[in-house]
């Protein structure tokens, strides 16, 4: 990934969530933790747990040793982390099943207002818990419920 050796795990874990657009509450309520704890392990004021490793990593679409690879994270602690982790959120799939479900209204022309009376309340339901990127992408479905509808 062309990461320096023994960069600070912080600092590359603010560059990935502003890659993706998200702020620090953002990042905290993703991982079930406060503001003024992400703004700690960004600042190197603290290493996170494993937990929150696997969390990030997912989150950033890496495995949990690509996150910390070449950084000061403890290698005993890094040892312990799992192999994968999950790479989608559920904001993510609920969107990709959605397009699904109107890919197939878009093939066959039928199911259109039930399709669209199932999805409308998912996706206001997602809304609040979706990053700037899921955001756009939550629109553009919205759009073509809306269509769908016709």
């Known amino acids: 990934m062309g990461w320096h050796v023994d960069e600070n795990l912080g600092r590359r874990i603010a560059a990935l969530r502003g890659a993706l657009g998200m702020t620090q509450q953002d ?4 991982l079930a933790v406060s503001r003024v704890a992400v703004s700690h392990i960004e600042a190197g004021m603290s ?6 490793v696997v969390l990030l990593a997912g ?19 890094a040892e312990r982390l799992p192999a994968v982790a999950a790479r989608y959120t559920e904001v993510e799939l609920q969107l990709a099943l959605c397009e699904r479900d109107l890919d197939w209204v878009d093939r066959t022309g039928t199911c ?11 996706l206001a ?8 990127a899921e955001l756009d992408r939550l629109t553009k479905l919205r759009a073509r419920l809306s269509n769908a509808s016709r």
């Open 125 to 132: 339901n997602l809304a609040s818990r979706a990053t700037p």
């Open 112 to 122: 259109a207002r039930a399709v669209v009376d199932q999805w409308r309340p998912v």
């Open 59 to 77: 989150m950033f679409k890496l495995e949990p040793h690509e996150l910390v690879e070449g950084t000061q994270y403890p290698m005993a602690k």
């Open 47 to 52: 290493i996170p747990g494993e937990r929150t």
């Open 27 to 30: 990042l905290a309520e993703r």
